[in-house]
Each structure stands twice: as C-alpha cells, then as structure tokens.
C-alpha cells in the first residue's frame, strides 16, 4: 500500500489562491537517468482551489494542476551528481503558468538514486553486489529471511538496484508479476563487473537485451 500526505502551500486565507498536494511514497531512480522527474510519479494529485470569506477552501474550484508542474530540468543524473554512494533526499516542484515558473511551497518529495546494480549501496558495481544478489537468492529459496539492508526503505531501495533485469520497486519477490531476485541477477552484475573491470564499457542493455522493451526502464 501507498502512504501519502497531503500538504498546503500556505495556511488557509479569506479569498485566496492556493496549491494543495498529496505526495506518493519516495520514488527509486538510477544514477545515469536523464529524464526529467515526472510529477505523476511523486504527487498522487496536485491542485488550485480558492478559499472564501473565512479561509475555507471553496471545492467548486479544485482544478487539476498536475500537467503544468515541473521540477525546472531537474533530473536523477543532475541530482545525484558527484554523490559518492546513493543519494537520498528531495527536490523542488514548480508550478508554470505558462509564463513563470515558481516553486510550490513545501512541495519537495523525496527520491532515492542509485547506480544499476548496487545492492550493497557502495557506489559501485563490485562483486560484493553479485554475492550479495546471490545470498539473497538463496536464502529467500531456501524459505530464509532474505534482505540488502536492514532500514526497510534502503532495503527496498536496494532491491530495486538488484533486480537488474525487471527493476522491480516492491522491495521482494512477486510471483503474480514474475519480478524477483534471481540467480541472473547476480550473474548479470558480475559480467556488468567483469567488463567494466577489463575497459570494454559495459552498458546493462547490451547484457540484459530485455531492458529494451522493459517498460519505464
């Protein structure tokens, strides 16, 4: 389930303009991403409505914002930057109006970035990460309390750095969707690693050719 909140830019005034949202869970990205974040993967809902008279927000007026927020160019590759091993912290919406683009108060949800791959949240793709992908394995097949971490988001946030060929966000093994840790998993990393080691410049589609048409990947 998805815990959100909801949160106003502003304490309710008489006849007043205001943006309110409700925030999704963080969001999990990698490193080398370049897209823009995407709204719709952070805010369950973001909209302007007008108070009255006596600062009570006046429904009548919702209107859906959503389309016309933007985080000013901001990506997972221009925020994670120079960080030395994952980053975990938030980032600034903003609002267009087709002519301005201004921050939204207190609209800074939160994301957690990492490198492909990295179960062990070094900062790098290592063999600790391919034997890490491979305990888990076998403990989670053997019926065995299985985890990367033991702070039950970075756990989460882990595994989706694990699951290297379904990029899987639900922090375990889903047999309705067929996303989990695999043994290929822990082999993918390791050649990952071995190429990387011997300068041939690996790049994950050309290991996993599947990521091609892996949707939102």
Known sequence: TTTTTTTTTTEPQPNATIIQFELKDPNFYFSVDEREFDPYDLFESVTMVETDE????IESTRVDIMDQVNFN???PLSTYAE??????GTIQAYYNDGTTNTPIDGATPTVYIGVKGDA?????????????????????SAALDASFNEDE????????LADVDTESKLGMNDADTGRKISVEDGVNVLTYYARKSAALDPQWPDIIPSLKSLEGS
């Open 54 to 57: 006596t600062g009570a927000v």
């Open 73 to 75: 160019g901001a990506t």
């Open 83 to 88: 960080t030395p091993t994952y980053f975990v």
């Open 120 to 140: 062990d949240l070094s900062g790098k793709v290592a063999v600790e990460d391919g034997v890490a992908i491979l305990t888990y394995y076998a403990r989670a």
């Open 153 to 160: 988001m970075l756990n989460k946030f882990a595994y989706f």
